[in-house]
């Protein structure tokens, strides 16, 4: 079992930056591929980033790679999402996920390719 909760949203004006943590819990953390999904009003949830346990592969959507970083610290098992460069196009709920998986390398970009959800954090970009 993992449970996830994600922080560090807020309101922040274009060009600006954010972390998001996304903190677990559970004793499969460690060995799971996390990813973070965004879903806007009026829109489809939308894969955003991915990184196996390991945290040597990581995968974006290629509208955000040169924005977004996603990178994970084991030892406190949490995973981060920095944003910088944000955009209006840019708000949305930020979800985490996670997944265990027995490869270190693994990493997944499909929405239910995950088993575990965090309840969200809001991340508006005000122009």
């Known amino acids: 079992q993992v449970q996830l909760v994600e922080s560090g949203g807020g309101l922040v004006q274009v060009g600006g930056s954010l972390r998001l943590s996304c903190a677990a819990s559970?004793?499969?953390?460690?060995?799971?591929?996390v990813g973070w999904f965004r879903q806007a009003p009026g829109k489809e949830r939308e894969f955003v980033a991915a990184?196996?346990?390991?945290?040597?592969?990581?995968y974006y959507t290629d509208s955000l790679k040169d924005r977004f970083t996603i990178s994970r610290d084991n030892a406190k098992t949490t995973v981060y999402l920095q944003m910088n460069s944000l955009k209006p196009e840019d708000t949305a709920v930020y979800y985490c996920?996670?997944?265990?998986?027995?490869?270190?390398?693994?990493?997944?970009?499909?929405?239910?390719?995950?088993?575990?959800w965090g309840q969200g954090t809001q991340v508006t970009v005000s122009s």
């Open positions: 996920v996670a997944r265990p998986t027995s490869y270190s390398g693994t990493y997944y970009r499909q929405l239910n390719e995950y088993d575990y």
């Open positions: 559970g004793r499969n953390f460690r060995s799971a591929a």
């Open positions: 990184i196996s346990w390991g945290g040597g592969n990581t």
